[in-house]
């Protein structure tokens, strides 16, 4: 019979998320939730720094073609994601876990999740369409995969929409972080798959943003952030949050 351990401290790493995962309770969270670099290529990352960070760099400091977030990103492939995932099954109690990807990610994503013997489902966050070009489809939506456990049923909730696999969400807009998600994604995924108390994990914390999700519906949460500014930022954010204030409906 399987047993679990219980994680009652909700923490912060400053480090890489391979040096600590080894060393997490294993069968201990009830889900992951997380948001790895997408796979750009080199000219990708070299047309964001010229095209769009440029004016990061100007505003925030947190972004630069050298930083180690362009550096891990040109490099976040095919090796990377099973390296990484590898290391998921031993820390979850059953495995379910959210991971925002790019649609080139998803092939590998579902080779490992199929390889192991899980199931999985492709969910959308469709965002406010601000470019269109007539010559391709639109990129107004992101992915996330979920992948799961035989028998990792959703929580039983109240309103019928958050069980929709489009999620209709607005991009944020005063960003701590260059690919900053809405918080209220997280909400709704970790209401969907947790209780009071449980515990979320996500090794790729960016500005915290699911750490702030899961303070605010009291769950326990363990995010890892390798960058100075942005595991900062992810502190700064947790602590504005006065401890106690949860507003999950099932408390
Ligand atoms: C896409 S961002 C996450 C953004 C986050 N969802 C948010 O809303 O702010 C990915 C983050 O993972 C961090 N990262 C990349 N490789 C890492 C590693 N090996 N260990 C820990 N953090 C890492 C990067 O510094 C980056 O901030």
Redesign the pocket.
């Known amino acids: 019979m399987k047993y679990y351990n219980k994680i009652t401290e909700s923490v912060l790493y400053h ?4 040096d600590i995962l080894c060393n997490l309770p294993a069968y201990s969270f009830s889900v992951m939730i997380t ?3 997408y796979n750009f290529t080199k000219s990708n990352c070299r047309k964001m720094y010229k095209e769009g960070s440029k004016r990061l760099v100007a505003k925030s400091g947190l972004y630069d073609y050298d930083s ?2 362009c550096r ?1 990103a040109v490099q976040f492939g095919e090796k990377e994601i099973n390296a990484f995932m590898d290391q998921i099954p031993r820390l979850m109690k059953k495995m379910n876990a959210f991971i925002f990807c790019a649609e080139a990610q998803l092939t590998a994503y579902i080779a490992w999740a199929e390889r192991h013997g899980y199931k999985f489902a492709i969910l959308l966050w469709e965002k406010p369409l601000n470019i269109i070009s007539k010559s391709r489809f639109s990129q107004n939506v992101e992915f996330i995969i979920r992948i799961y456990d035989n028998g990792t049923a959703l929580n039983k909730l109240e309103e019928n929409e958050l069980y929709n696999r489009v999620f209709h969400s607005r991009v944020v807009t005063k960003k701590k ?1 260059p ?3 809405p918080t209220e994604i997280f909400e709704r995924l970790i209401r969907l798959t947790t209780k009071k108390g449980d515990a979320v994990l996500d ?7 699911t750490a702030v999700a899961a303070k605010r519906l009291g769950r326990v949460y363990v995010g ?4 100075d500014n ?1 595991f900062a930022t992810a502190q700064e954010r947790v602590d504005s949050i006065p401890e106690g204030e949860t507003h999950s409906p099932e408390d």
């Open positions: 480090a890489e998320n391979e948001d790895p670099p180690d977030l891990i972080h690919t900053q998600k090794p790729f914390l960016g500005s915290g943003t890892i952030e390798r960058d942005f």
